[in-house]
């Protein structure tokens, strides 16, 4: 099992909808968890960090689930320029585990 | 300003050459990062230094050596290029990745090596 795993997409969604995506770890004694978002032939950017409680930022939602070990980010009315990809960050061990990124499409 | 800056941007060169990669940040941090990310999209680190020490040396060929003169630049060289190189190479930083400040990392351009 990876460390870090993503369903790698495409999602492919039409604009002002709702779309999920989960990112699950391995270890349970991981720290902190993020999300980052890449552009085409760019690089990443943090979009948000993920806390215990849960937290949100616009129309960005982020969850932890410690039990069940994995972290979601929830984006409303989607926007074209959402368009994206989107990768998990787990710190575990003073190590941060990338996962492969889940590409999301945005249609008009 | 840039916060972290990459040079050069695309470097398309032949098998068996050495190159280098520079890295700069003006963001005060004190670790910084070489990432590889190959033609599947896949963002997987390299090195980590912290204070110009090295902290994380994943498993990567010893044809890949970065080197940290100061605290602000992490340069990776790379001997005898082979095709498998080719791949966008980031750089990035953060604040000391063992002390309680905030994990993000901040990212470079990236460098689009292309080996042919």
């Known amino acids: 099992r990876k460390e870090v795993e993503q369903d790698p997409g495409p999602f492919n969604v039409p604009e002002g909808a709702t779309v999920a995506f989960n990112c699950t770890y391995s270890n349970s004694a991981s720290q902190s968890f993020f999300w980052y978002r890449q552009d085409c032939r760019k690089e990443p950017k943090l979009l948000m960090s993920v806390y215990s409680s849960g937290n949100e930022d616009g129309r960005f939602t982020a969850q932890l689930n410690r039990a069940s070990q994995y972290i979601s980010l929830l984006i409303r009315d989607s926007k074209l320029s959402d368009s994206a990809t989107y990768l998990c960050?787990?710190?575990?061990?003073?190590?941060?585990?990338w996962g492969a990124g889940t590409k999301l499409i945005i249609k008009p | 300003d840039t916060a972290v800056s990459q040079t050069p941007k695309y470097l398309v060169t032949q098998m068996g050459n050495d190159k280098s990669i520079k890295c700069e940040q003006n963001l005060g941090h004190d670790t910084m990062y070489w990432y590889k990310q190959d033609s599947k999209k896949f963002l997987k680190i390299m090195f980590s230094y912290n204070n110009k020490e090295l902290i994380i040396n994943e498993t990567v060929p010893n044809r890949f050596s970065p080197k940290s003169p100061d605290k602000a630049h992490l340069n990776l060289h790379i001997n005898s290029l082979e095709l498998g190189d080719s791949a966008v190479y980031f750089c990035?930083?953060?604040?000391?990745?063992?002390?309680?400040?905030?994990?993000?990392?901040?990212f470079g351009p990236g460098t689009r090596l292309t080996v042919l």
């Open positions: 960050v787990v710190r575990s061990n003073y190590q941060l585990i």
């Open positions: 990035a930083s953060s604040q000391d990745w063992r002390g309680p400040g905030p994990d993000t990392q901040y």
